[in-house]
């Protein structure tokens, strides 16, 4: 399995921006697709991860302005970015878990919100 990321860029405080992941590969069921973020000096963080099922979670830091969504039959999730924020400016990452327990990482997408 390998998932590519992209949408990243520079924009501007309160502007949007979205993010894909395309998985290739045998994806089986369940599993969660999920965005990762890592600032500089940070930990990597959730940001927000959908189940195969359309759960979703999303940390408060980043609730009601970001959106997470899937397509199953295309193996791919979104994350739509509104209204960022300076402290949103990170490197994300998207994330597939199968069965609870094999994970794969895509590469990051770095996400610059000017001020």
């Known amino acids: 399995v390998q998932l590519q990321a992209s949408g990243g860029g520079l924009v501007q405080v309160g502007g949007p921006l979205r993010l894909s992941c395309a998985a290739s590969?045998?994806?089986?069921?369940?599993?969660?697709m999920g965005w990762y973020r890592q600032a500089p000096g940070n930990q990597r963080e959730l940001v927000a991860s959908?189940?195969?099922?359309?759960?979703?979670e999303i940390v408060d830091s980043v609730k009601g302005r970001f959106t997470i969504s899937r397509d199953n039959a295309q193996k791919t999730v979104t994350l739509q970015m509104n209204s960022l924020k300076p402290e949103d400016t990170a490197i994300y990452y998207c994330?597939?878990?199968?069965?609870?327990?094999?994970?794969?990482w895509g590469q990051g997408t770095q996400v610059t919100v000017s001020s």
């Open positions: 994330k597939l878990i199968i069965w609870g327990r094999i994970e794969y």
């Open positions: 590969g045998s994806i089986f069921t369940p599993n969660v």
């Open positions: 959908i189940t195969s099922g359309g759960r979703t």
